[in-house]
């Protein structure tokens, strides 16, 4: 069992940056595959970006290729999103994932799940 505790997020600008963190509680990171998925008012679940449990491999939504970096530190069982060039409509509530296996674009399979931060970009 994993807790995943999310910090950052917050008001910010069009074009400024703003790194949202994920920790685990109670139990290591390092196993787990972790994702990161936005989810506006009104609108489904997206899938943001993915890190393989070792951290060699990366996975973006084609919207946030090239400003968003995703990585990790086992070591601190976090991962973090770092978020640049931020635009209006990358305004949602940011949840982290984990899962034990791959990497996944698709939200219904990660066991275990951050308590969302609101990111809200204004123009």
């Known amino acids: 069992q994993v807790q995943l505790h999310q910090s950052g997020g917050g008001l910010v600008q069009a074009g400024e940056s703003l790194r949202l963190s994920c920790a685990a509680s109670?139990?290591?990171?390092?196993?787990?595959?972790v994702g990161w998925f936005r989810q506006s008012t009104g609108e489904e679940r997206e899938f943001v970006a993915a890190?393989?449990?070792?951290?060699?491999?990366?996975y973006y939504q084609d919207s946030v290729e090239g400003r968003f970096t995703i990585s990790r530190d086992n070591g601190l069982n976090t991962v973090y999103l770092q978020m640049n060039g931020l635009k209006p409509e990358d305004t949602a509530v940011y949840y982290c994932?984990?899962?034990?296996?791959?990497?996944?674009?698709?939200?219904?399979?990660?066991?275990?799940w951050g308590q969302g931060t609101q990111v809200t970009v204004s123009s």
């Open positions: 890190i393989s449990w070792h951290g060699g491999n990366t």
């Open positions: 994932a984990a899962r034990e296996t791959l990497t996944s674009k698709i939200a219904g399979v990660y066991e275990f």
């Open positions: 109670d139990g290591s990171l390092s196993g787990y595959a």
